[in-house]
Every structure is written in structure tokens, then in C-alpha cells.
T-cell receptor, first 113, second 114 residues
Framework: SQQGEEDPQALSIQEGENATMNCSYK?????LQWYRQNSGRGLVHLIL?????REKHSGRLRVTLDTSKKSSSLLITASRAADTASYFC?????????????FGIGTKLQVIP | KAGVTQTPRYLIKTRGQQVTLSCSPI?????VSWYQQTPGQGLQFLFE???????NKGNFPGRFSGRQFSNSRSEMNVSTLELGDSALYLC?????????????FGEGSRLTVL
């Protein structure tokens, strides 16, 4: 079952614009992570935000977390054609004494040059 | 440091056959997780191994199994293949199972079942 759900499922923007992707989840989390996947390749970790953090930045990425609404957003500023990829949120939750990482379905981002 | 290595990268099987996929984690990583990725379902968690023991399991039938060796390398096996098993199977490693933190993914094994 999916823990996270990304919104929108697809997004097309012009190069230079900002891209915002949202993620909602259902149960309490230890942390939330965002990953990127180029077509047919493995996933690459972008950023991790802990449950007691509200905002985190990394280069052109900004992630927010609202645990009261069980939601997170990923903002990519000044997008580039190379940002074209699928983006996934992943929640790290306790399961049977261990932490389990569950992914959403993803947002497919297309940046048009 | 070498990344996560998955073999084979591509394979074609027919219904009813079985398949074994292999994953070598990053050196020093003791946790290996497996995910199935299909266009409609996204990434579905299969299982996670740590110190040769399965720590977590997703909602997959018993046809899906795995194991981890003492050197942390892992294999997953799917028996009696069905058309719906066609997918990209991704392996990910991290240092410890219970410490959270980022997953490091391999490039995946793309399985096609005919």
C-alpha cells in the first residue's frame, strides 16, 4: 500500500520557472525524504527532513513539512531542462521495531527548454 | 566507493518460470531493501534484510522471497512467474536498518514476463 501520495502526478513547466510538488501521507513518520528518478534508472536521494523540522534547503531545493497536516512539499527553483525526471516522496516509519521506507507514486516533471 | 550493483539489468522470462535477481550493496552497508516498480503502482516495498534476517516485508505473495548472505549481498527470487510480475526491481542499501537515513539505489533489474 502507498503511504505517500504526490500531487500533481504530472507537471510541465518552462525552463526558469519554479516547480512545486506536494506529498501527503497517512501515518506518523520519523522522517520524510525526496528522491529523483531519471527514466528507467535507479532513484537518487535529494533531501531528508526530520519530523521535528519544518523547512530545509539544499541548493535550488526547498522542502517543507507540516506534520499536523501530514504533508510535505518540494520546491525546485529556477528549473532547468536537466531537472526533467520523476520525483518521489518517501516516508520512514516504524514497523516491527525497524524503520521501513515507503514511496508514493511520484510526480513526473517535464521542464521545457 | 562502488555503488549498489544489480544483476542482471534486463531479462525476459515466460509465465511459470522462476527468476533470481542479485544485489550487491555499498561496501559497509548492512541493510538491503527490495522494491517493485510498475507504471501504475509506483514503488512497492517487497522486503528489507539486515544481518541476514528479513526485518520487514511488504504485501506480496509467497512467490516472492529473498535472502541475504553474510557479506550483505542479497538475492530475491520470484517463482511461478505471472505476466503481472513484469516490472523494474530495485534494490537499495543503507548502513543500518533501524537508523533511518537515505537509501542508495541500484539501477534496477528490468524483468519482462511473456
Amino acid at each position: 500500500s502507498q503511504q505517500g501520495e504526490e500531487d500533481p502526478q504530472a507537471l510541465s513547466i518552462q525552463e526558469g520557472e519554479n516547480a512545486t510538488m506536494n506529498c501527503s501521507y497517512k501515518t506518523s513518520i520519523n522522517n520524510l525524504q525526496w528522491y529523483r528518478q531519471n527514466s528507467g534508472r535507479g532513484l537518487v536521494h535529494l533531501i531528508l527532513i526530520r519530523s521535528n523540522e519544518r523547512e530545509k534547503h539544499s541548493g535550488r531545493l526547498r522542502v517543507t513539512l507540516d506534520t499536523s497536516k501530514k504533508s510535505s512539499s518540494l520546491l525546485i527553483t529556477a528549473s532547468r531542462a536537466a531537472d526533467t525526471a520523476s520525483y518521489f516522496c518517501a516516508t520512514d516509519t516504524n514497523s516491527g521495531g525497524y524503520q521501513k521506507v515507503t514511496f508514493g507514486i511520484g510526480t513526473k516533471l517535464q521542464v521545457i527548454p | 566507493k562502488a555503488g549498489v550493483t544489480q544483476t542482471p539489468r534486463y531479462l525476459i522470462k515466460t509465465r511459470g518460470q522462476q527468476v533470481t535477481l542479485s544485489c550487491s550493496p555499498i561496501s559497509g552497508h548492512r541493510s538491503v531493501s527490495w522494491y517493485q516498480q510498475t507504471p501504475g503502482q509506483g514503488l512497492q516495498f517487497l522486503f528489507e534484510y539486515f544481518s541476514e534476517t528479513q526485518r520487514n516485508k511488504g504485501n506480496f505473495p509467497g512467490r516472492f522471497s529473498g535472502r541475504q548472505f553474510s557479506n550483505s549481498r542479497s538475492e530475491m527470487n520470484v517463482s511461478t512467474l505471472e505476466l503481472g510480475d513484469s516490472a523494474l526491481y530495485l534494490c537499495a542499501s543503507r548502513l543500518l536498518a533501524g537508523a533511518g537515513g537515505e537509501l542508495f539505489f541500484g539501477e534496477g533489474s528490468r524483468l519482462t514476463v511473456l
